[in-house]
């Protein structure tokens, strides 16, 4: 699997310059079953790299939608049935919609509205979805999400929180802009042999159980969650430079099973130091205080490792 994982990145990032450590954490996100959202300004690669990120999965079951304040439930979950409506039943017509796909990608997530939002949240926490008086058992095994800015209204806060890894995607550096000049328009596609089957990623989940988190790593990551929150704690949300963070019991949880993945797909039977680069992408919800967790992890993991060691 590790040689395979190897060779799908390698060709994920073909054509594309500085992306190969957001193309990599959105894999582990996808095998870990898990969603992730790519925050940044427009022209930076977000829809590219999540479009490739759809082609992992060797289903063909992929929906794609770019959300406005004026999207309705048809568009995401399908149109209503007149057949049925005849009948005087309720049900909507979801294949090649939301509610029957394995991967989806909703640009411009964050302009949900009130319409489309609990059936959405509904089928990314419990991957269920109520179509009429149906209920529907949802295949979707990662959603990925894109904005071009953080969602500030306190109605989007459930849909934000069920996004695990927060990827900030910006302009590549002023020094590697030139490789831009030189690069080939191909048609994108990865071959069949490379591509991950549903029961490969569902194998890979389950194998991950066997996985191990050392006690000495399993303290440093504890350690890292205390100073994380007393940095943050009696932060309030109007201060200019930093707002309030909060890590809830589910996050850990959905954190540990990631770690696990990483370690899995490099070959390894216990997670390691490396790993928690990860929790770089997974701690912080605002992107003010991205920078401040960064610190808040270093520091701590270099000071735990200098005790350990």
Same mark, same amino acid.
């Given at each position: 699997m590790k040689e395979k994982i190897l060779k799908l990145l390698e060709i994920l990032n073909e054509g594309l310059v500085d992306k190969e450590s957001t193309m990599k954490i959105g894999l582990l996100t996808l095998l870990a079953g898990e969603n992730i959202v790519l925050l940044g300004p427009p022209g930076t690669a977000k829809s590219e790299v999540a479009r490739r990120l759809s082609q992992v999965i060797d289903s063909g079951n992929y929906f794609e939608y770019l959300l406005t304040k004026f999207t309705t439930p048809e568009e995401l979950f399908g149109p209503l049935s007149i057949k049925e409506l005849k009948n005087d039943t309720f049900s909507?017509?979801?294949?090649?919609?939301?509610?029957?796909v394995e991967?989806?990608? %909703?640009?411009?997530? !964050? @302009?949900?509205?009130s319409s489309i939002l609990n059936s959405l949240l509904t089928i990314i926490n419990e991957k269920k979805y109520h179509n009429g008086k149906e209920e529907m058992e949802v295949p979707l095994i990662?959603?990925?999400?894109?904005?071009?800015? !953080?969602?500030?209204?306190?109605?989007?806060?459930?849909?934000?929180?069920?996004? %695990?890894? @927060?990827?900030?995607?910006d302009y590549i550096a002023n020094n590697m802009k030139i490789r831009l000049l030189n690069l080939r328009n191909t048609e994108f596609s990865i071959p069949k042999e490379f591509k991950l089957t549903v029961n490969e990623i569902k194998k890979v989940q389950k194998e991950c159980l066997k996985i191990e988190i050392p006690e000495k790593i399993s303290r440093i990551i504890i350690k890292v969650i205390q100073n994380y929150e007393n940095h943050f704690k009696n932060k309030k949300d109007d201060n200019?430079?930093?707002?309030?963070?909060?890590?809830?019991?589910?996050?850990?949880?959905?954190?540990? @099973?990631? %770690? @696990?993945?990483?370690?899995y797909t490099n070959g390894r039977k216990e997670v390691d130091i490396s790993d928690l680069i990860l929790l770089n992408d997974c701690l912080w919800n605002n992107p003010k205080n991205r920078k401040v967790v960064e610190d808040v992890i270093g520091n701590t993991v270099e000071k735990e490792l200098m005790r350990i060691f």
């Open positions: 909507r017509k979801t294949d090649g919609y939301l509610p029957k991967v989806a990608f %909703l640009d411009e997530v !964050f @302009k949900a509205n990662s959603l990925i999400g894109a904005s071009n800015e !953080f969602p500030k209204q306190e109605e989007l806060s459930a849909l934000y929180d069920r996004f %695990l890894i @927060k990827r900030e995607v200019e430079n930093e707002l309030s963070e909060k890590i809830s019991d589910r996050k850990i949880v959905k954190i540990s @099973k990631l %770690l @696990k993945v990483s370690a």
